[in-house]
């Protein structure tokens, strides 16, 4: 009798944890920000007359066009021969505390003019690395808002061509001088973030390569592997105003390395055909564009609007994912692992450039307690223009309980102050998944999680009942050795403790599931350090 019992418990145990919900996702074509990618927002400051930035125009930004990036050039007008005043080193912390608060990144610039008047142009070699070494504890201390850092401080703009201390027609010398300053703030710079380079050339001399980086090279935290690019001419001209000297070689470079690394910038003249539609969308696909000047040039960007195209292009720069289709299991047990499979798309022009983890999160569907297990694949490999299928075995959280839980992808940002921020997790490109209250991307699945082991105990102390029978209709039998030393409780399948009637006599325990609808229901068993759960099956 015993062991055809327990024959039955184990066979409603394997069809049970065979058992999978797959579901298909509807992609969604709304616009939507998303971190660190995107249209920007141009906005700079002055030494001679410091405009701080604005908390409700950012929040403005993001709420109402869908921004979540603005573009910071700090210019250091009145310091190009001493040091960086603490008052304005305030300003900008403050700055920066304004981005945050409104829920936005940066991409931070310092230079030294906003002309090429000779003379004023940037600051020597020695006076940018004291200036860079002030600078070291706003940038650490401010990583988390800071998108991507650009190279500046050399040049009018800080865009390294007009210079008085750098040489125009670069020698040897002068770029071994410019490396000392990419060095010195990549050193400043916390190791989590890049910096770019004006033009592929630029990055190409000053570090002695034209070999673009590979996959295998990707995020190994040397030089090359940190810095990025932009363009602040784009399709300008044939070669967008000089960021490009030779097509043909500088092309396949830029497009290899940005696979991997930041790119971006701004239009700045009106081109036509080149500055038109079709040759906006080859290139920003082609180049791996994240983000793009809003502000200027404006009638390019007109141009964009009435031509039909800006709507694809605001959804394309950067990354833009979307769930295709999941599988995932209907239960698992305590202690386990559970098969999770998820094809992703990313429909965007490039992938994320900083690093992110992505979560499987199990929200009780009872208690609303959140349980979350990391996935092994990197978000930034998530190859644009392609679809990534993520199958893998992960262990349950360890201190998860028994009950239902409804899933969820969530992917924050790495930083802890942020990380728990909905405005700075990834939202996925589909319909009714986004919860914009926590940032979490719904599966629209549901698992149960029951005790380690279905005919054991969470401690490994295993109680000698015998349940029966298997499956239960109206009454339910327990049998078991001093019995009523045990407090017994019974649970649904979402964790809920139920309200049974039931009669002990001897050590025979009757328990009343007329009462109770068809499903899964579990025993628990408790004396002292002795837990013991154990999984049934109610049908009428």
């Known amino acids: ?34 971190p660190e990618r995107g249209l920007y927002h141009h906005t700079e400051t002055h030494s001679t007359g410091y405009t701080s930035l604005s908390q409700s125009t950012l929040t403005n930004y993001r709420n109402n066009e869908n921004i979540s990036l603005i573009l910071r050039v700090f210019y250091l007008e009145n310091f190009r021969s001493t040091a960086i005043s603490q008052d304005y080193l305030n300003k900008v912390q403050a700055d920066f505390n304004t981005i945050r608060n409104a829920g936005l990144k940066c991409i931070v610039r310092f230079a030294y003019s906003d002309t090429d008047t000779a003379g004023q142009r940037d600051a020597s070699k020695a006076q940018i690395l004291a200036h ?109 105003f000089g960021t490009y000297t030779n097509t043909s070689s500088e092309y396949p470079y830029l497009e290899q390395e940005t696979k991997f690394l930041p790119m971006g910038g701004e239009t700045c003249a009106v ?118 299928t993520i199958s893998e075995n992960i262990a349950l959280p360890s201190n998860i309980i028994q009950g239902s839980y409804r899933l969820y992808l969530v992917i924050p940002d790495a930083a802890t102050g942020l990380s728990s921020r909905p405005e700075y997790s990834i939202r996925m490109a589909n319909a009714n998944t986004w919860d914009a209250a926590t940032g979490y991307n719904n599966l629209n ?42 407090a017994i409780v019974m649970y649904n399948s979402l964790g809920q403790k139920i309200n049974v009637k039931s009669q002990l006599s001897a050590n025979k325990m009757t328990i009343d599931t007329e009462s109770l609808s068809d499903g899964i229901y579990y025993i628990k068993f408790t004396n002292g350090s002795i837990n013991d759960t154990r999984r049934l099956v109610v049908k009428h």
């Open 132 to 240: 860079i070494e002030q600078l070291r504890p706003l940038l650490q201390n401010n990583v988390d808002i800071i998108a991507v850092m650009q190279a500046g401080f050399i040049g009018s703009w800080g865009e390294w061509y007009y210079t008085d201390y750098f040489g125009m027609s670069p020698t040897s010398t002068d770029y071994a001088n410019r490396k000392a300053v990419v060095d010195g703030i990549l050193s400043a710079l916390p190791a989590s973030r890049m910096v770019q380079i004006r033009t592929p050339k630029l990055k190409q001399n000053t570090y002695s390569t034209t070999t673009a980086i590979t996959q295998t090279q990707a995020y190994n935290g040397t030089a090359l592997s940190r810095i990025g690019h932009h363009n602040d001419c784009f399709l300008a001209s044939s070669t967008d």
């Open 445 to 486: 699945a549901i698992v149960t999680v029951g005790s380690q082991n279905n005919l054991g105990t969470a401690d490994n102390t295993l109680v000698n009942a015998l349940i029966y029978p298997v499956p239960a209709n109206n009454e339910i039998f327990v049998e078991m050795e001093n019995l009523d030393q045990y």
């Open 1 to 34: 009798m015993k062991k055809s019992i327990l024959t039955l418990v184990l066979l409603f145990s394997i069809i049970g944890f065979a058992q999978t919900t797959n579901v298909t996702y509807t992609a969604s074509s709304d616009n939507f920000s998303n």
């Open 271 to 388: 081109n036509e055909p080149r500055s038109g539609c079709t040759s906006a969308l080859s290139e920003m696909q082609k180049f791996h564009w994240s983000y793009m000047n809003t502000d200027y040039n404006a009638s390019v960007i007109s141009g964009f609007s009435s031509s039909g195209c800006f709507n694809d292009i605001k959804n394309k720069l950067g990354y833009r994912f979307e769930l295709v289709n999941g599988s995932f299991p209907q239960m698992t047990n305590i202690g386990g692992t559970m098969a999770v499979t998820l094809k992703i798309k990313n429909s965007g022009f490039a992938t994320p450039y900083n690093q992110r983890t992505a979560y499987i999160v199990f929200k009780n569907t009872v208690t609303n307690d959140v349980y979350t297990k990391a996935l092994a694949s990197d978000p930034r490999l998530w190859t644009s223009q392609a679809e990534t």
